[in-house]
Nanobody, 112 residues
Framework: QVHLVESGGGLVQPGGSLRLSCVASGFTFSAYSMRWLRQAPGKGLEWVATINGDTSYIDYTPSVKGRFTISRDNAKSTLYLQMNSLEPEDAAVYYC?????RGQGTQVTVSS
């Protein structure tokens, strides 16, 4: 079955960087578009970024454009999210997702 495991979250100061990873298994990773989603405390699930299977299509929610970079390594069945210039508003649990599936999430805290 589809299995997604995120890692790389943590505590970072405003302006700092983090790189999230998501290891996928149970399906042909390269055949699927993947997304990063996030959920801040008390808020709903928010789409962050999408990348298609061959990386020819990438899109971001406006609030992270120019700061976040989504990428993937199909040989390793791994999805990444490089997050730079982090802001307190970026604090959330971050999930990788394929269709209706998502992992357990990784916590990102942005605080001085």
């Amino acid at each position: 079955q589809v299995h997604l495991v995120e890692s790389g979250g943590g505590l970072v100061q405003p302006g700092g960087s983090l790189r999230l990873s998501c290891v996928a298994s149970g399906f042909t990773f390269s055949a699927y578009s993947m997304r990063w989603l996030r959920q801040a405390p008390g808020k709903g699930l928010e789409w962050v970024a999408t990348i298609n299977g061959d990386t020819s299509y990438i899109d971001y929610t406006p609030s992270v454009k120019g700061r976040f970079t989504i990428s993937r390594d199909n040989a390793k069945s791994t999805l990444y999210l490089q997050m730079n210039s982090l802001e307190p508003e970026d604090a959330a649990v971050y999930y990788c997702s394929r269709d209706r599936y998502r992992g357990q999430g990784t916590q990102v805290t942005v605080s001085s």
